[in-house]
Structures are given as structure tokens and as C-alpha cells.
Nanobody
Framework: QVQLVESGGGLVQAGGSLRLSCAAS????????ISWYRQAPGKQREWLAR???????AYADSVKGRFTISTRNIRTTVYLQMNSLKPEDTAVYYC???????WGQGTQVTVSS
């Protein structure tokens, strides 16, 4: 099975940037797509962005133009570059593949106003 570990979160002021990492291990040969999600307190988990092994990407409207998903090798590490951060981006950020595997602990992103 695939295991995914998120890192790179932290506290940043509004307008700032962070780069998150999603490191894969285990049955990585099965990975064809990786997506980033987030969950704010009291809200449902929200899909943000997806990248495929062929390099195609897709974004939610809420982050399009501000966030960029990238990778050199989808089966090792996928990144989420987050620019122009807003307080409403505060959440725990997760990555996962398709089909979904057990969720990791995520990485906390806090954006202060």
C-alpha cells in the first residue's frame, strides 16, 4: 500500500508563501495521480489540486492562480507551492492518491492577517 507524508506547513502572514511536500513510500509503482486537499476547522475536506504521472494538472477555483502543484517524479515527492496566502487558507493540508489510501496526519498551515 502507498503511504504519504505531508510536510512544510507553518505560520505565515497574509500575502506570504509556503511550499508543501508530499512524500510517497510503499507501493509507489501504483501511483498515477496525487492530489492536495485541505480541511479547515468545522469544514469538510476540500480538494485543491491534482497532478498526473503525465504531468497534467487541475485546480479548484479557490486556489487557481495562487497555488501550483508540481513534481519531478510523482512516485517520490509532489509539491504544492502556495503564494498570496489568505487567512481563509488556514487549514490542515493533506495529499492522497487515487484510489484514496489511508490519510496521513497532514501539515498545518496558518495564515495570519
Amino acid at each position: 500500500q502507498v503511504q504519504l507524508v505531508e510536510s512544510g506547513g507553518g505560520l505565515v502572514q497574509a500575502g506570504g508563501s509556503l511550499r508543501l511536500s508530499c512524500a510517497a513510500s510503499g507501493s509507489i509503482f501504483s501511483i498515477k495521480t496525487i492530489s492536495w486537499y485541505r480541511q479547515a476547522p468545522g469544514k469538510q475536506r476540500e480538494w485543491l489540486a491534482r497532478i498526473s504521472s503525465g504531468g497534467s494538472t487541475a485546480y479548484a477555483d479557490s486556489v487557481k492562480g495562487r497555488f501550483t502543484i508540481s513534481t519531478r517524479n510523482i512516485r517520490t515527492t509532489v509539491y504544492l507551492q502556495m503564494n498570496s496566502l489568505k487567512p481563509e487558507d488556514t487549514a490542515v493540508y493533506y495529499c492522497n492518491t487515487s484510489p484514496v489510501v489511508p490519510w496521513g496526519q497532514g501539515t498545518q498551515v496558518t495564515v495570519s492577517s
